[in-house]
């Protein structure tokens, strides 16, 4: 029912997805061009390699093959991925610390412009919490002009503690990927349980903080008070709420896989910000749904909750 309330509520406010795609663009645009200045000597010297190379070709000659039918060969390209990712990695090795200065400068650009785009999120959540409380309709750049101060000190709690959590995750996928790519589990299960992986961390991270966004907004809750609130087990039903975000999130996986091979690319300018725009309407959907709160899901359709029935006529007579 939640999942089916989201995409009720998601097709309701389609719009700002072309401001979160102007907005995204330009935070992206300037973010390439600076990470392009700090890494491109490191990134130019292992494009030159030949370790890179080799790599690339088996990868692709693996991916081939495999969209082909061909399955004879596809332990032979296996095994190159396998052996040129190990002499890959002795390549960093001899580089480590000009890696981990281009790594450190990335993470900065990144947590900066992540920063940026949790304001347009900010302002994204707001404009969508006004169509389902009040059919309000609001102009985003006002939105986000007038929420900048809370945008702020929530992207200011948000962002390192999500960076920090996106490191976590990454150092341990590289360690997984170095695991499955040496170890002798078949190329496919090895990519299987990559992925696989990635879903899992990606669920964890939103169900936890699925809340906390819509307990500042709608619940007018304080920066430490949607912060606990989100925390807080009572009522909310992780379990539900990590198995809907599973289900959009493989959706968003094969959506955007799909506008990456089958349109070359330019479905993503739609397909990626409605990624956001749709899991931020969960949160919400869920929010409502948790605090019993009416909503509306379009003009002419109220959400009333177990906790929020409706008046009945006698209640009406009686005054209550």
């Excluded at 985003?140 to 002009?145: A, D, E, N, S």
């Excluded at 906390?212 to 007018?220: D, Q």
């Excluded at 968003?252 to 749709?278: K, R």
């Excluded at 909750?305 to 209640?315: D, G, H, I, L, V």
Aim: net charge positive.
């Amino acid at each position: 029912m939640k999942f089916k309330r989201t995409f009720h509520v998601f097709v309701d406010n389609f719009s700002i997805i072309y401001k979160q795609l102007l907005f995204r663009l330009i935070v992206t645009l300037i973010a390439g061009v600076i990470s392009a200045l700090c890494i491109y000597p490191f990134i130019r010297e292992l494009i030159n390699s030949n370790q890179l190379n080799e790599l690339l070709e088996g990868a692709t000659g693996f991916i081939q093959n495999l969209l082909n039918g061909d399955v004879t060969q596809l332990g032979q390209f296996s095994q190159k991925v396998q052996d040129a990712y190990a002499d890959f990695i002795a390549l960093l090795e001899t580089k480590l610390t000009q890696f981990i200065l281009s790594l450190l400068l990335l993470v900065l650009v990144h947590a900066v412009s992540k920063w940026f785009t949790g304001i347009a999120n900010y302002a994204t959540a707001a404009l969508i919490n006004d169509r389902m409380a009040l059919r309000a309709k609001q102009p985003f750049l006002g939105t986000m002009i007038s929420t900048l101060k809370e945008s702020t000190v929530y992207n200011a709690i948000y962002v390192p503690l999500s960076v920090l959590y996106d490191l976590a995750v990454g150092v341990a996928i590289f360690f997984l990927l170095f695991f499955l790519l040496s170890s002798v589990i078949p190329f496919l299960i090895s990519v299987f349980l990559f992925v696989l992986i990635i879903l899992v961390s990606v669920v964890i991270k939103m169900t936890f903080t699925s809340d906390w966004l819509p307990a500042l907004i709608r619940g007018k809750k304080g920066q430490l008070g949607a912060f606990k609130y989100t925390f807080v087990q009572k009522g909310k039903k992780p379990m539900n709420v990590a198995s809907n975000f599973t289900v959009l999130v493989l959706i968003i996986f094969a959506v955007n896989s799909a506008a990456l091979f089958l349109t070359f690319g330019t479905g993503l300018l739609i397909t990626i910000p409605s990624s956001y725009v749709i899991l931020i309407c969960f949160e919400f959907v869920n929010y409502y749904d948790r605090e019993g709160v009416k909503y509306f899901l379009d003009d002419n359709t109220i959400v009333c909750t177990a906790k929020e029935q409706p008046t009945s006529r006698e209640s009406f007579f009686r005054g209550e």
